[in-house]
């Protein structure tokens, strides 16, 4: 994400909930570095059990200053529906 992102936030949290589609929420740890502000700690898992391929659009949508409501559109430009049941108990919360 661009460093401009931080520009709505007073102080850019160290982690953010992704929160799905349909209603449930993944905890990913942020950081900066080299003038950006990353997905890290937690992003590969929720990339892996949510499918995300190359080619597919991801979108984020700020809802608090910590939440992120997340859109992925598969390569046809179809909204994917995730399906809670594949969310890892390490890392998935229903909050």
Known sequence: MPLDF???FI???????LR????????VMVKLTNGKVTLDQ?????AAVHQIK??????FKLLTP???????????GIE?????????????SND
């Open 6 to 8: 931080t520009k709505h």
């Open 11 to 17: 102080v850019v949290p160290t982690e953010f909930k």
């Open 20 to 27: 799905n589609n349909i209603g449930f929420s993944w905890r």
């Open 42 to 46: 937690g992003w590969a898992t929720y």
């Open 54 to 59: 190359i080619g597919y659009m991801v979108m």
């Open 66 to 76: 910590d939440t992120l409501k997340v859109i992925i559109f598969d390569d046809d």
């Open 80 to 92: 994917v529906v995730n399906k809670c049941g594949k969310h890892d108990e390490a890392f998935a």
